[in-house]
């Protein structure tokens, strides 16, 4: 008989999955499911300053590792970084052009890749699932 599976392990197969078809579907753009993370959320901040403390905090990710994700992005070309004009001691980050070019293709990947997971419910059960997934965030982040 199998042993049962706890809802924290759904979790982690499923952001194994859903990351390794993004990381293929992301290839020929030259990233992984993780940068592309990043560059939609220098994206959504638009004209606002971005530095590497506000990925950090916003990613829950260690200096280094932000760092790390930075300069692959700024080797590959899609982001540069600069001093803050605020504060002297902080790097700010800006997306290039290159990223709009294939902003669009990043978007259709992650509809695509929404749209296959969610196959099957109806938007009672999405608006549903999300808030369940939500609570569940919530929850693990107090404790």
């Known amino acids: 008989m199998l042993s049962p599976v706890f809802p924290g392990e759904y979790i982690k ?3 194994i999955q859903f990351m390794a078809h993004a990381d ?6 030259g990233l992984t499911c993780a940068q592309s993370d990043v560059l939609l959320y220098l994206n959504a901040r638009g004209d606002q300053e971005t530095t590497v ?33 605020r504060d002297r001691r902080c ?6 052009d290159k990223f709009s070019e294939v902003q669009r293709v990043m978007n259709d990947i992650r509809l695509y890749l929404d749209a296959q ?5 109806s938007e009672a059960e999405m ?17």
């Open 13 to 15: 197969m499923i952001s």
């Open 24 to 29: 293929a579907a992301l290839r020929p753009l």
């Open 53 to 85: 403390q506000d990925i950090g905090q916003h990613f829950r990710l260690k200096h280094p590792t932000v760092i790390g994700f930075l300069r692959r992005l700024e080797d590959k070309g899609f982001v540069t970084t600069a001093v803050s004009e």
């Open 91 to 96: 790097r700010t980050i800006r997306l290039t």
């Open 117 to 121: 997971a969610s196959r099957g419910f």
């Open 127 to 143: 608006a549903q699932l999300e808030e369940y997934l939500s609570r569940v965030y919530r929850n693990i982040s107090e404790s």
